[in-house]
């Protein structure tokens, strides 16, 4: 049971990318899904969370305003689509589940589970 992130790439600064986490072996649906990242020599840091039903989503600081969060569980997959991409948004962006988000969610990397192997992505300035 596993997720797996896809979508990263090389991008230039002020680009997009939509990556994409798709769900073998379960159904991805009755999950809530966190976006998390992590920078070469920098701790791991959530960056968008929604609630299984789609009725909540959570943004970190430097995600919010730039990135968004959605899913298609029909399809068993949950997207972040990344504007404005910047140098310091560069990082390997894994997916993993959780029963929900909730406040704080960004505080509890240990609750999620079904860690992916993650998809790199590289912004050049």
């Known amino acids: 049971v596993q997720l797996q992130a896809s979508g990263g790439g090389l991008v230039q600064t002020g680009g997009s990318l939509r990556l994409s986490c798709a769900a073998s072996g379960f159904r991805l649906g009755v999950y809530a899904i966190g976006w998390w990242r992590q920078a070469p020599g920098k701790e791991r840091e959530g960056v968008a969370c929604i609630d299984a039903d789609s009725t909540r989503t959570y943004y970190s600081e430097s995600a919010e305003g730039r990135f968004t969060i959605s899913r298609d569980n029909a399809a068993n997959t949950v997207y972040l689509e990344m504007n404005s991409l910047a140098p310091e948004d560069t990082a390997l962006y894994y997916c993993?589940?959780?029963?929900?988000?909730?406040?704080?969610?960004?505080?509890?990397?240990?609750?999620?589970?079904?860690w992916g192997q993650g998809t790199l992505v590289t912004v050049s300035s």
């Open positions: 993993a589940a959780e029963d929900f988000c909730g406040y704080g969610w960004a505080f509890r990397p240990a609750d999620f589970h079904s």
